[in-house]
């Protein structure tokens, strides 16, 4: 694709993300180490082509790709200008017109510098650097996890596990494995027969996980290896097939068994100011930590269970697959000092209020 002007109109854009989309889906862009990307990035790219659509459909904004080695310093500068106002109109479109929060505009803004990137190194378009001046934003989500209690209570509890009608004793058992293993949802969900093993008297699982491409076996408690043999005639996968979207919905209504009711305030990120996100709006009513239960938990649950029962931290990274510094895993090991801190200063508080003299000991 040629031009003779200083810019690429907004159709060629538009055509240029479809094949920049097309390559990566075929495997003509791969990743640094010559692995294929995902498909979930790959449907990440498809979705911010979509965005962008429906932003100029919108706004009105025509996109232009200005090529830098035709143009003057002066219109270079005003280019420079043309940039920065895109990447406010168009984040302002997903922060208040789609209300979207900040991880979820990062991963947009992620998709979009990789496309410049593309333009620039694959398809040698001198488009300039002035994505980089497109900022990624961030928030970090607080962790959500059951305590050792409550997943002690959901594993042997059969007073609860009575309760249950048919589809939540399998999303028990899928989450209560999950919460076991650390895996991620979809290592979760892809184990068969030939990732379950058993020797030395113990039956293990061991997985490559589809994201990192890590290793990790986990020896089974028996209790995991009772729920694998409820299901082993039942399909080709070691546990009950669920979608994600179905699994969510199942957890919340199983959460509200449990009795996990105690309010959960829910805050997200826009630019870095933080709001409160309401469960009726109108009625200020807060979400409940049954409300929070996602496949996300698991995985939490199961490291921060971990790491307060006192496994050490090289012991459960090989477990989950994390790198040793790993920011995500350092956030769980301050989680769960923190849920230790809490108790220790419980206690202090205690020791404090007794009148003098009075045996602590007791």
Not at 194 to 222: A, E, R
Request: proline share 2%; with cysteine.
């Amino acid at each position: 694709m040629r031009t003779k002007e200083k810019f690429y109109s907004q159709e060629q854009f538009f055509k240029l993300f479809a094949q920049f989309v097309r390559d990566t889906a075929r495997g003509k862009r791969v990743k640094k180490d010559g692995k294929k990307i995902r498909n979930g990035t790959i449907e990440n790219y498809t979705y911010c082509h979509k965005l962008l659509q429906k932003f100029v459909e919108h706004s009105g904004f025509e996109i232009k790709l200005y090529l830098v080695n035709k143009l003057s310093n002066t219109e270079k500068e005003r280019v420079k200008k043309y940039w920065k106002k895109f990447y406010k109109d168009f984040t302002d479109y997903l922060y208040f017109e789609l209300d979207f929060y900040d991880n979820y505009v990062g991963n947009i803004v992620k998709s979009l510098r990789t496309f410049f990137t593309y333009l620039n190194n694959e398809c040698n378009l001198q488009v300039g650097n002035y994505y980089k001046l497109f900022y990624v934003p961030h928030e970090d989500i607080p962790i959500v996890a059951l305590s050792p209690e409550q997943l002690n209570y959901l594993i042997y509890d059969q007073g609860l596990n009575d309760k249950l009608p048919g589809h939540l004793q399998k999303t028990k058992d899928i989450f209560v494995f999950g919460c076991t293993v650390a895996l991620r949802q979809s290592d979760l969900l892809g184990l068969t027969k030939q990732n379950l093993h058993h020797y030395n008297k113990g039956y293990y699982i061991k997985v490559d996980s589809k994201k990192t491409n890590t290793h990790t076996t986990i020896k089974l408690p028996q209790y995991a290896v009772d729920i694998l043999k409820k299901y082993h005639e039942e399909q080709k996968t070691l546990l009950p097939a669920l979608s994600k979207a179905r699994f969510n919905l199942n957890l919340k209504e199983l959460g509200r068994y449990m009795d996990l009711k105690e309010p959960m305030i829910k805050y997200r990120e826009k630019r870095g100011q933080r709001y409160v996100v309401y469960k009726n709006k109108a009625k200020k009513t807060h979400y409940t930590l049954a409300d929070h239960l996602t496949t996300h938990t698991m995985r939490r649950t199961a490291i921060t269970t971990m790491l307060r029962l006192n496994m050490p931290e090289q012991v459960v990274r090989s477990i989950s697959g994390h790198a040793p510094n790993s920011k995500e895993f350092f956030r769980y090991v301050e989680f769960a000092q923190g849920h230790i801190d809490e108790h220790t200063d419980k206690v202090f508080e205690k020791i404090s209020a007794m009148k003098q003299g009075e045996n602590v000991l007791k």
